[in-house]
């Protein structure tokens, strides 16, 4: 910004309105200490009493300065609730010198003792600050003396001189809320978009216009009361994507007399300054030092196959991720020095390799679906928070990550199927669709022994492939072989007699795990009957879904299979008296289908589940058939045999 302007915006401040936090910072009463439980959500194991926010821009004659307050009062209902006494705050940074500033933090404790209140207050030792990515640092602190009953609050002030980062504002958290208030105070120059999201309505909104000296502020005034806890159910990405929240994106500053300035930008825009980047394109196009190291890397390979496979295997085997999401690289001579880097680090160093061996590697960014989704119609580099690479063979495109060594070549990791991604190219451009051709799949086959009744065994084989096989891979590798044997054998819920694992290092190849079973536990035997359900006890046992109405879409990031293959022999001297009906049912446009099956074959009892989740996204309005599928379908599995003494 320059002299002149701000000389003429001098008197131009945003800090005088009259929204106030409707709490006083250790202004705590003992009907808020003395509550027990929550009446409006017995199970929750704390509540937000109050919570306040506000969001304001202050000229001076020297800087324009972004401030956000906030003050939050937390009552702790059970022990799983004292959790909330650790607190962080993302600060964001560029560079090693510019970096957001916390100021005012506060933070307390309350407690009844003796019939008075007794407040703790938070010490600086317990105030620190850890890297969170390349952009952003966390302030984190811990409340002191919080157990069930207490009251905590805190309050700070940051302060930005990144305008663009105008603070969001969550109205719902994973415990309920009674009171959530946000003001944001928005000046005329500023050009905002602003959208919200989540399925709970406000109380009240209310927006005004204020003139200050020489412009006028637009102050927009939210309160949400009474707000439900958001309850997580299986098969969703982020939380951030569903809850109720209000967004903000600064798209264009226009100062009186100033030339206009592009905060948000287009996406074309981020492509072309990425692939102007020291830390990608440049990375990418650059790095001739690995020109060696690929000469080595495909020595003897003929193929273009061959190649990319032996470049993918190299870093894969070479460089371990840190665990952290990032579309950006550092000094690439260092990441292969260190070993080690985030998903930024070794997928670019994996494009630069691949460019240096003659191929044209195009780069994808994506949010992964911890991250949340993107709104493509809101350009801004925040919505992204990793990349991965493809390169075209023929008339087919490989899509590659380097970052699990657990997966094969050409499938991406899980987290990465999250819609679409942004195409960073020369030749090609926009969004594209992100989905896997790979399918999680999970197949139990079982042979079941009743001829000696009194000692009833059988053998089961669990073969895993697809996401399933990564999944068991990665655990194994993290636990080791004695812990992962110990889980699997819990997880069968029968008695293990006997257990082995094949192919942990294949990854080509399903997983396969096999399994000795004594079968006393789950056969009940009368004088003359037997009961026995044919799928033992792997079958699902209760419904994932048991919302009545489920607003957001279920996602399951890959397509589904779960077949079960169960051979049981009839002990001499009985008969079959019942035994389950086979049965069909079918999702609409045949996007779910559970087949069962059960026959009889001489003394042999045939019986065969398979669950087929066709498609990755069921929105909303499936919710309900959807869920009552899977009641029919766990229903039918629970289903039993009855066999009879011969009379």
């Known amino acids: ?54 969001a304001y821009v202050s000229v001076t004659n020297v800087s324009a300065k972004l401030y956000f307050d906030k003050h939050v009062r937390i009552k702790i209902l059970k022990n799983d609730g004292t959790m909330f006494s650790n607190q962080d705050i993302l600060v964001s940074r560029q560079g090693s010198d510019a970096e957001e500033r916390i100021t005012n933090l506060k933070a307390s404790s309350y407690n009844l003792v003796n019939g008075k209140i007794e407040e703790t207050k938070l010490n600086k030792d317990a105030i620190y600050k850890e890297k969170f990515n390349r952009f952003a640092n966390l302030m984190k602190f811990s409340i002191p003396n919080v157990k069930v009953g207490s009251v905590i609050e805190y309050s700070y002030t940051l302060q930005s001189d990144f305008l663009s980062n105008f603070p969001n504002w969550e109205f719902q958290h994973e415990i309920p809320v009674i009171h959530s208030e946000y003001v944001a105070i928005i000046p005329e120059f500023f050009v ?22 020489n412009y006028y502020e637009t102050i927009h005034h939210w309160i949400y009361k009474d707000v439900p806890a958001f309850k997580p159910e299986p098969f969703m990405t982020s939380k951030d994507d569903y809850i109720s929240k209000m967004n903000f994106a600064l798209a264009y500053i226009n100062f009186p ?54 470049i993918h295997d190299y870093v894969k085997q070479n460089i371990e991720w840190d665990g952290q999401s990032d579309f950006y690289a550092d000094n690439l001579k260092e990441v292969l020095e260190k070993r080690k880097g985030t998903s930024g680090d070794i997928n670019i160093l994996m494009a630069s390799l691949l460019d240096k061996a003659g191929f044209t590697p195009e780069m994808i960014l994506l949010s992964t679906r911890d991250h949340g989704f993107v709104r493509t119609m809101y350009p801004m580099s925040r919505q992204l928070n990793y990349v991965v690479c493809r390169v075209k063979v023929g008339e087919n495109y490989i899509y590659l990550d380097a970052t699990e060594k657990f997966i094969p070549f050409n499938v991406l990791p899980e987290r990465c199927l999250n819609g679409q991604g942004l195409l960073v190219s020369n030749t090609n451009k926009g969004w594209i669709p992100i989905a896997s051709k790979t399918k999680s799949k999970r197949t139990y ?36 072989n004695e812990e992962y044997s110990k889980n699997a054998k819990t997880k069968l819920n029968l008695p293990v007699e006997d257990y082995l694992i094949e192919d942990t290092e294949v ?28 799928l033992l006890s792997l079958q699902l046992k209760q419904n994932p879904f048991k919302l009545e109405k489920r607003e957001y879409p279920v ?24 035994m389950p009906q086979s049965k069909v049912f079918i999702l609409p446009d045949k996007s779910g289908r559970f087949t069962y099956n059960a026959q009889q074959n001489g003394n042999v009892i045939n019986t065969m589940s398979n669950l087929q989740i066709n498609k ?32």
């Open 1 to 54: 910004m320059r002299a002149p302007l701000l000389i003429l915006l001098l008197l131009l401040t945003l800090q005088s309105f009259c929204q106030k936090s409707p709490i006083k910072f250790g202004d705590i009463s003992t009907e808020e200490l003395n509550m027990k439980i929550y009446s409006k959500d017995s199970s929750a194991i704390a509540v937000v009493l109050a919570e306040y926010g506000k």
């Open 257 to 310: 007399r100033e030339p206009s300035i592009e905060v948000m930008g287009t996406w074309d825009k981020l492509v072309n300054n990425l692939k102007e980047s020291e830390n990608f394109g440049k990375a990418i196009s650059g790095s001739g030092f690995l020109k060696k190291t690929v000469e080595t890397i495909i020595a003897g390979k003929t193929t273009d196959q061959e190649k990319i496979i032996a």
């Open 445 to 480: 086959s079982a042979e079941i022994n009743l001829q000696q009744i009194d000692n009833p065994v059988g053998t089961i084989t669990k073969i895993s492939d697809g996401y399933f096989a990564h999944a068991a891979r990665r655990q194994y590798k993290i636990l080791g």
């Open 507 to 534: 990854i080509e190849k399903p997983l396969k795990e096999t399994f000795k079973v004594n079968l006393n536990e789950v056969i009940t035997q009368g004088e003359d009957v037997i009961y026995l359900n044919p």
């Open 616 to 647: 990755t996204l069921y929105v909303g309005e499936e919710y309900i058939q959807l869920k009552e599928f899977y009641n029919q379908y766990i229903s039918k599995q629970n289903e039993q045999i009855v066999l009879k003494k011969k009379q």
């Open 555 to 578: 996602d399951f990031g890959s397509n589904q299979e779960e077949l079960f293959i169960v051979k049981i022999s009839i002990p001499d001297g009985y008969v079959v008296d019942e």
């Open 192 to 213: 905002m978009e602003k959208y919200a999201q989540g399925y709970v309505s406000p109380t009240t909104y209310d927006t005004k216009q204020k003139t200050q000296a």
